[in-house]
């Protein structure tokens, strides 16, 4: 059965080094990979999406790499800021058509100053 | 603030009580869905809804009852819960049309539901 695997432990670091999650996956062929952001008691919050295509991509202090051999995408922060405390969620669409996006069970991040 | 809006916030209900979920989105989208969210757990998509039609079902129970009046207005009516139904229900919506790319999702805060 399809599956997306993120760390289930929380990740703590420390202000201004840089955050890796690790999403991976099993049983898909993903077209698109996104990651959201989720603070206590909200609706996750969009970051970025990258494409099967597409090896990497960057937004500000943020960088997703996504490796269909390997099944597998990094996200990163770098010069993390402890209002970067969150968790993120990656989630895959299998296909361009239909509504079924997919949802990895999240990564806790906290910063410490 | 995303432009998706949830009521209530919070809800506490017995397992005889019938309630119902509103979302309203204020983005223009076509697609609506209902997730549940549980501790620990993937979002779990229920419903998805594109202009007013149901597309998606995610084999949910029938005790989760969805409407969609229209593309912005999306609720999920609830009876005869189960306590292993608490968790918290989010609502989201998305321009991305039949047949084309993943468009972002837009959640609302979510109504966090306590069944007793």
């Known amino acids: 059965s399809q599956k997306i695997e993120q760390n289930s432990e929380a990740l703590n670091i420390q202000e201004g080094k840089t955050a890796t999650l690790t999403c991976n996956y099993t049983?898909?062929?993903?077209?698109?990979l996104q990651w959201y952001r989720q603070d206590p008691g909200r609706g996750p919050v969009f970051l970025l999406l990258?494409?099967?295509?597409?090896k990497e991509k960057r937004k500000e202090r943020l960088k997703v790499t996504f490796d269909t051999t390997l099944k597998q995408s990094l996200f990163h922060i770098t010069a993390s800021q402890p209002a970067d405390s969150a968790t993120y969620l990656c989630?895959?669409?299998?296909?361009?058509?239909?509504?079924?996006?997919?949802f990895g069970a999240g990564t806790r991040l906290f910063v410490k100053a | 603030e995303t432009g998706v809006t949830q009521t209530p916030r919070h809800l506490v209900m017995g397992m005889t009580n019938k309630k119902s979920l509103k979302c309203e989105q204020h983005?223009?989208?076509?697609?609506m869905y209902w997730y549940k969210q549980s501790a620990k757990k993937p979002l779990e998509l229920m419903f998805v809804?594109?202009?007013?039609?149901?597309?998606e079902n995610n084999s949910v129970p029938s005790r989760f009852s969805p409407e969609c009046p229209n593309s912005s207005h999306l609720f999920l009516h609830l009876h005869t819960l189960q306590p292993e139904d608490s968790a918290l229900y989010l609502c989201?919506?998305?321009?991305?049309?039949?047949?084309?790319?993943?468009?972002?999702?837009?959640f609302g805060p979510g109504t966090r539901l306590l069944v007793l």
């Open positions: 989630a895959l669409d299998p296909y361009t058509g239909g509504f079924k996006t997919i």
């Open positions: 990258i494409r099967e295509n597409e």
């Open positions: 989201a919506s998305s321009g991305r049309l039949a047949g084309g790319p993943p468009e972002t999702q837009y």
């Open positions: 983005l223009g989208h076509n697609a």
């Open positions: 049983n898909y062929s993903p077209a698109y």
């Open positions: 809804y594109n202009f007013k039609e149901q597309t």
